[in-house]
């Protein structure tokens, strides 16, 4: 033990000094997009969230500059970083808000991914150098009005016509869509379900703007109609065969969040604890009362327990050893306890924790998305559940 224990100094997220189990590399990764969190999207979000817009578009060509778009995937203009790098980057970036990390989600793990895992080399190099440049925008559409948890029961279907295919139906909850230039979509065919390349426009498909939502406000949320859309045969994504495709980049996305939460999570903290050092009743900082202490130490604990989940998980991932229901653990946990964080911290503000000028109660409203997309946290007990027994509890 050493006697240096300034406990003031001491970060939120790092009591335990996981950070000192980092490589150079994963720390000057996560500093370089710390930095650029810090100067293009910290001074801006409370606007864009108050005004439901993000400059998406933007965003995406600074990301792509600094390569974090699809930065875990390897060639075709992408960094080639570790998983647990990938996840730092989620990590600072949902610290400025989820909104955000979700842009480079779905960009990067669902768009992205699904092409670099199951598209043809025309399709791969078509796409995946102007999407990880940020200069071509993805949206990944598994989602229906119908059907959400349940994408087996996906309605959306795909038919030959001579060597064309023909797309009917319509996805919905679908991020960055109204933006995007390219959409994978998902549909059920002949030969199970199967995933198309869809450029933005194609006749017949419509994009929806959805609106007043109360989370997730500085992203771009959308709906996809699509109305006998004409696709040529290389539309389709050869390699994507069944359910287990789309779930299969769901696997990717759900591990960045497994990180992005905690950065909500150690922003709130970071704030309360700020916040109640300087706010005094009773005549004193609130910081110094046991209950407020206690919240901080339980919330600490927890924060600092997902960080050794997320480490451990991304280790797994960089020795490709990671499994689909391993992830369900981490998301399971790290949003359910975020959230619980926020929730918490907002008390600690009092009035001022449900004021846009500080960023809890917009870090709590957007972890409400995040519960819910990429599997809710009933299906992710639902997926644990049935490792542990060998029973299946979706459905009847
Ligand atoms: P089930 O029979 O269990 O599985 C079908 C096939 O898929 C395989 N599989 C997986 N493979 C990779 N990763 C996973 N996570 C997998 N889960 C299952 C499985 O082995 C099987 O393969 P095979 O070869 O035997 O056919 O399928 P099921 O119909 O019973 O469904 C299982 C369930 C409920 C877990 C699945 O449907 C599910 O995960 N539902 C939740 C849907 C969901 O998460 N949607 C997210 C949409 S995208 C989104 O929300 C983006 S948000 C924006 C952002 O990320 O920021
Ligand atoms: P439902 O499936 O209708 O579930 C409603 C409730 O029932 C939930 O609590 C659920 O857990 C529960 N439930 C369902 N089945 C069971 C069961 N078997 N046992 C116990 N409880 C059950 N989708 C995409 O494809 N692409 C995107 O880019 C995307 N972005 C999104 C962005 C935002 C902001 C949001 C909010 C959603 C997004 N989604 C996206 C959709 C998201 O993945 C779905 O909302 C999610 O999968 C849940 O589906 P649902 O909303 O239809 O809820």
């Known amino acids: 033990m050493t006697e240096a224990t300034d406990v003031r100094t001491t970060s939120p997220l790092d009591l335990l000094d996981l950070d000192g189990s980092l490589t150079g590399e994963d720390r000057q990764i996560r500093s370089v997009v710390a930095q650029l969190v810090t100067d293009r999207v910290r001074p801006h979000v409370a606007g864009w969230y108050e005004a439901g817009r993000a400059p998406v578009r933007e965003l995406a060509l600074e990301f792509g500059r600094v390569g974090l778009l699809g930065m875990h995937l390897s060639g075709y203009g992408c960094a080639g970083a570790s998983a647990v790098a990938?996840?730092?980057?989620?990590?600072?970036?949902?610290?400025?808000?989820?909104?955000?990390?979700?842009?480079?989600?779905?960009?990067?793990?669902?768009?992205?991914y699904a092409i670099w895992r199951y598209g043809s080399e025309e399709q791969k190099q078509r796409w995946l150098p102007a999407m990880a440049a940020g200069e071509v925008i993805g949206c990944f559409g598994l989602t229906e009005p119908d059907h959400g948890s349940d994408p087996a029961s996906m309605a959306t279907r795909a038919r030959r016509?001579?060597?064309?295919?023909?797309?009917?139906?319509?996805?919905?909850?679908?991020?960055?869509?109204?933006?995007?230039?390219?959409?994978?979509?998902?549909?059920?065919?002949?030969?199970?379900?199967r995933g198309f390349v869809v450029p933005l426009p194609t006749p017949g498909v419509t994009v929806r703007e959805i609106r007043h939502k109360m989370s997730l406000r500085a992203s771009s949320t959308g709906e996809i109609v699509l109305d006998e859309v004409r696709l040529p045969a290389d539309a389709l994504l050869p390699a994507a065969a069944g359910l287990r495709a789309p779930l299969g980049c769901l696997t990717e996305?759900?591990?960045?969040?497994?990180?992005?939460?905690?950065?909500?999570?150690?922003?709130?903290?970071?704030?309360?604890?700020?916040?109640?050092?300087?706010?005094?009743?009773?005549?004193?900082?609130?910081?110094?009362?046991?209950?407020?202490?206690?919240?901080?130490?339980?919330?600490?604990?927890?924060?600092?327990?997902?960080?050794?989940l997320a480490l451990h998980l991304g280790r797994l991932a960089d020795a490709g050893r990671l499994r689909p229901e391993q992830v369900s653990v981490g998301k399971l946990n790290n949003v359910r306890e975020a959230l619980a964080i926020a929730r918490q911290c907002r008390t600690i503000l009092g009035a001022n924790g449900i004021s846009g000028e500080?960023?809890?109660?917009?870090?709590?409203?957007?972890?409400?998305?995040?519960?819910?997309?990429?599997?809710?946290?009933e299906i992710h007990q639902l997926v644990i559940g049935q490792r542990l027994t060998g029973l299946s509890a979706f459905g009847g």
């Open 253 to 308: 996305a759900r591990y960045g969040i497994v990180w992005g939460a905690l950065g909500a999570a150690r922003d709130c903290l970071r704030v309360a604890l700020d916040y109640a050092g300087g706010r005094e009743q009773f005549g004193r900082p609130i910081a110094g009362f046991q209950l407020t202490q206690a919240k901080f130490a339980d919330m600490a604990v927890e924060l600092q327990k997902g960080y050794l």
């Open 161 to 193: 016509d001579g060597s064309d295919w023909l797309l009917g139906g319509g996805k919905m909850w679908i991020t960055n869509a109204p933006v995007a230039d390219v959409a994978v979509v998902w549909a059920r065919t002949d030969e199970g379900v």
């Open 86 to 112: 990938y996840g730092l980057a989620c990590l600072e970036l949902e610290a400025a808000d989820s909104g955000v990390r979700s842009l480079v989600s779905v960009q990067g793990s669902l768009a992205m």
């Open 358 to 377: 500080y960023p809890v109660l917009r870090h709590a409203n957007n972890l409400e998305s995040v519960l819910t997309y990429e599997g809710t946290s």
